[in-house]
């Protein structure tokens, strides 16, 4: 079965770096793009980005033009996720999900498959 | 602010029938077949319940259904069960400038 399983929580300084990793099993990684979203504590869901794991092509949040980068590695069937120059108000779960349609078909714009979340807090 | 409209919470009892709205312009739920919705347990990632409008995942059950009618979408519920009490936000495709909205949720709770 289709699984994605990110790496763990994350304490950072304000002003400092954190990448989130996104491993995928169950299916043919190259197929398929992977977005990711965020949420702040008690607040709803904010779209950070999308990457095709079929050549790499990504698509970022205006808001956060500048401050991340979105990558996979196709050898380990994984996706990363870099957020620079972090604020207190980065502090939130941090999701990667899947496509739901494989590059091949219409982008449905929707996620079928989601990794289970990491904790990423910024605190001095 | 969220991009799309949700109203903060909804309710109804068990076996009733409950619609949550999500209303955006023209530039993203009026202007694409490309809106979704997902359900969300407290702690726990996502999970879609349709797509593009009226879709579902094998899966879902069939009392979840979507619709769209202009600028607003539409989510209902039907036969309420205890289980479905949980977050629902719909998003939608923007275009190629913001690319993906989300609504800023609705909280549905089983009386």
Not at chain 2, 77 to 93: F, I, N, P, T
């Amino acid at each position: 079965q289709v699984q994605l399983v990110q790496s763990g929580a994350e304490v950072k300084k304000p002003g400092a770096s954190v990448k989130v990793s996104c491993k995928a099993s169950g299916y043919t990684f190259s197929n398929y793009g992977i977005i990711w979203v965020r949420q702040a504590p008690g607040q709803g869901l904010e779209w950070m980005g999308w990457i095709s794991a079929y050549n790499g092509n990504t698509i970022y949040a205006q808001m956060l033009q500048g401050r991340v980068t979105m990558t996979t590695d196709t050898s380990t069937s994984t996706a990363y996720m870099d957020l620079r120059s972090l604020r207190s108000d980065d502090t939130a779960v941090y999701y990667c999900a899947r496509d739901r349609n494989s590059v091949y078909s219409g982008n449905s714009w929707s996620s079928d498959n989601w990794g289970q979340g990491t904790l990423v807090t910024v605190s001095s | 602010q969220s991009a799309l409209t949700q109203p903060p919470s909804a309710s109804g009892s068990p076996g009733q029938s409950v619609t949550i709205s999500c209303t955006g312009t023209s530039s993203d739920v009026g202007g694409y077949d490309r809106v979704s919705w997902y359900q969300q347990h407290p702690g726990k990632a996502p999970k879609l319940m349709i797509y593009e409008v009226t879709k579902r995942p094998s899966g879902v059950p069939d009392r979840f259904s979507g619709s769209k009618s202009g600028n607003t979408a539409s989510l209902t519920v039907s036969g309420l069960q205890a289980e479905d009490e949980a977050d629902y936000y719909c998003s939608s495709y923007a275009g190629s400038n913001s690319y993906v909205v989300f609504g800023g949720g609705t909280k549905l709770t089983v009386l």
